[in-house]
């Protein structure tokens, strides 16, 4: 079902791109790289610092990890998607020219790794939450897994999730935009319904998954994708997190007032 990918490729691309234009861009997307790639290795480098000189006896710091991760993705991840984008959008790679799993592929990536960096805010919160609201608790804990296991879990929670829209969410985002339907109506995939038009269902697998279960249960999981993903993308995860903490700390400190 590669055609909405494609279509969705087009929404982006200019037509008539300038030649001086598009070389003032990609030198100012080379900068933007170049800086960013420095800063997060001198980042990473530093938490490595510490985390080797630490004291001995001092327990770990389940947050470096994680943080060493984001580094290392913000590295890998900005360069991509912008010189990505940037193809795309001046139409320097044709959508049409290159097989449909790529497409998916190219933008599968850039859309999983978004959601990794954005996921990674909400784990870091949700590590002070623990370590502060239970505090004997996480103290018990060995500090080297418990840092292992919240590893894997900021880029193992942001995958199930697109899994989870994968199976069950659409693209009713752009239903409203005419360059979008208008590419989709053109489309030579017959296999595409007018329901499927309608409600931009993405992919085979989303179909698949209406064809086998009732489209109630599937509009109910689609809706609790996008409550769960606007909850992380607004930050009110976090918000109720630190609240949280505030409100211990704030408790903490009154018990203790002489």
Same mark, same amino acid.
């Given at each position: ?7 969705l490729q087009h929404l982006i ?6 030649i001086i234009l598009s070389v ?31 004291? &001995?006896?001092?327990?770990? !710091?389940? #947050?470096?990890?994680?943080? /060493? +991760?984001?580094?290392? $993705?913000?590295?890998?991840? =900005? ?5 990505? &984008?940037?193809?795309?959008? !001046?139409? #320097?790679?044709?959508?049409? /020219? +290159?097989?449909?799993? $790529?497409?998916?592929?190219? =933008? ?80 030579p995939d017959t296999n595409i ?66």
């Open positions: 079902m590669g055609d909405f990918c494609i279509c691309t200019m037509k008539g791109t300038n003032l861009e990609l030198l100012f997307l080379s900068i933007i790289i170049i800086i960013g790639v420095v800063v997060n290795s001198i980042y990473r480098k530093k938490l490595f610092q510490e985390k080797k000189n630490m004291p &001995i006896g001092r327990k770990g !710091n389940v #947050i470096e990890p994680v943080m /060493s +991760l984001f580094c290392v $993705l913000q590295i890998a991840y =900005w360069p991509y998607t912008l010189i990505n &984008i940037w193809l795309t959008r !001046n139409a #320097i790679i044709s959508s049409e /020219s +290159l097989p449909l799993w $790529l497409c998916h592929v190219r =933008w599968g990536l850039q859309k999983a790794g978004r959601i990794c960096l954005g996921y990674n805010s909400l784990f870091v919160a949700l590590i002070r939450y623990i370590h502060i609201v239970f505090l004997e608790t996480s103290n018990q804990w060995n500090y080297e897994n418990v840092a292992r296991r919240f590893k894997i879990a900021s880029v193992g929670f942001p995958m199930a999730m697109e899994v989870w829209g994968y199976f069950f969410h659409g693209y009713s985002q752009f239903k409203d935009i005419p360059k979008f339907k208008d590419c989709l109506a053109t489309s319904s007018a329901v499927a038009l309608e409600t931009l269902i993405p992919s085979s697998s989303a179909r698949w998954t209406r064809n086998y279960l009732p489209d109630y249960i599937a509009d109910v999981m689609s809706v609790a994708y996008v409550a769960v993903s606007v909850a992380g993308a607004m930050n009110i995860i976090e918000a109720f997190l630190y609240l949280a903490i505030f409100r211990n700390m704030k408790r903490y400190d009154n018990d203790f007032i002489p």
